[in-house]
C-alpha cells in the first residue's frame, strides 16, 4: 500500500502558497481508448489525466465517462495522482462527469474554458456536492484550471484565486490561439504573452503554473527546448500526450546536477561573509545578495523535494 502512503503524504501537505505537490509531468489519456488507459498503467508520470473533454468524440462520451470510471481503481493503484478532465460548465456534462469521478481515489478535477472567478466558484460548488455525496471531506478534491481563452487570460489572477480547492492552472496554447484566430508557430511567439500572464498570475495567487502539451509528440529535442522555456517564466510542470514524453518533461522541470552543485556553491559562499554581518558577496566575478541566496536554497529545498517523492515512485513501481 505505498502508494496510499505517497498521496496521503501529498494530500497532507498540500496548501496554497506551498508548492508541495508534485506535477511535473501530466500525462493525458483519452477516455475512450481501453488501449491505452490499460498501457498507461505502465508508465509513471506525476499524474494521470484520463481525458473526457477534447480527445473525446461528442457521441463518445457516456462511453468514455463509463470506460473512465471502471479504469479508476486500477490507475489510483499504480501510485501517480489522479486527475481526471471533465467537460465544461457549458456542454451540460459537467454534473455527470463529476458525479462519475470524484471518489476517495480522485486527486484533482481539471476543468477548461472557463472564463472568470465565478465560473470558478460554481464549478467549485459542484465538486462540493459531489464530494458530499461520496463521503469525502470538504475540500478532499483539488482544482486544476485551464485558461485558454482571451478572456480569461484577462481574468487570469481572479481566475487563480478564486477558490481555495484550486492547486494549479494550466496554459491552453491550442485552444487560446483557436480563440484569437491566429495560427500556431514553432517559435510560440503568437502565445509568449498569455503563456507568461498565466505564469505571474499563478504565483501570484500561491498555485502551480502547468505549461500547455507539446504537441509534436516524436520531437524530443523540440519538447525539451519548450519545457525548458517554460521552466524559466515560472512553469512547474507540463502536460504530455505521449509516454514518451514523461522524462523528457520530469527532467526539465527538475534542478539538474550542475544547478544543485551551483546553488551549493552559492550557499557556502555566502555562509561566512553572513557572519561577519555583510548582505553580499562574489563568486567567479558574479554578486551574490540575499535574493540570489534564497533561489538557491530553493533549488536544493526543491530538488530533496523531488527525490523523496521519486522514490517513493520506484518503490511503489517495484511492487
Known sequence: MLHGILRSYLFDKIGRGVNLEILRSLLFVPGNRPNMLRKSINFSPDAYVPDLEDSVPDVEKDNARNLVVSYIPKLANVGPLLIPRVNPRDTGLMELDLAAVICPST???????????????????????????????????????????????????????????????AFGAEDFTNDMGVERTDDDSEVSYPRSVVAVAARAAGIQALDT???????????????????????????????????????????????????????????????????????????????????????????????????????????
Open 107 to 169: 486527486f484533482a478535477i481539471s476543468v477548461g474554458k472557463v472564463r472568470n472567478a465565478d465560473d470558478v466558484i460554481e464549478i467549485s460548488k459542484l465538486v462540493g456536492i459531489q464530494e458530499e455525496r461520496a463521503g469525502l471531506k470538504h475540500g478532499h478534491i483539488k482544482l486544476l484550471i485551464w485558461i485558454e481563452i482571451a478572456v480569461a487570460v484577462v481574468n487570469a489572477y481572479e481566475i487563480c484565486s478564486a477558490s481555495q480547492r484550486t492547486i494549479a492552472v
Open 213 to 319: 502539451p507539446y504537441v509534436k509528440f516524436k520531437d524530443g529535442n523540440g519538447l525539451k527546448d519548450h519545457a525548458s522555456n517554460a521552466r524559466k517564466i515560472g512553469y512547474k510542470g507540463k502536460f504530455a500526450i505521449h509516454p514518451s514524453q514523461i522524462d523528457i518533461i520530469n527532467s526539465a522541470f527538475s534542478p539538474s546536477v550542475e544547478e544543485i552543485r551551483e546553488a551549493r556553491r552559492v550557499i557556502d559562499s555566502f555562509v561566512d561573509e553572513e557572519r561577519l554581518g555583510k548582505g553580499s558577496t562574489s563568486l567567479e566575478g558574479k554578486m551574490i545578495d540575499i535574493p540570489i541566496v534564497k533561489r538557491a536554497k530553493a533549488t536544493i529545498a526543491r530538488a530533496n523535494q523531488l527525490t523523496q517523492v521519486d522514490k517513493r515512485k520506484v518503490i511503489v513501481d517495484g511492487q
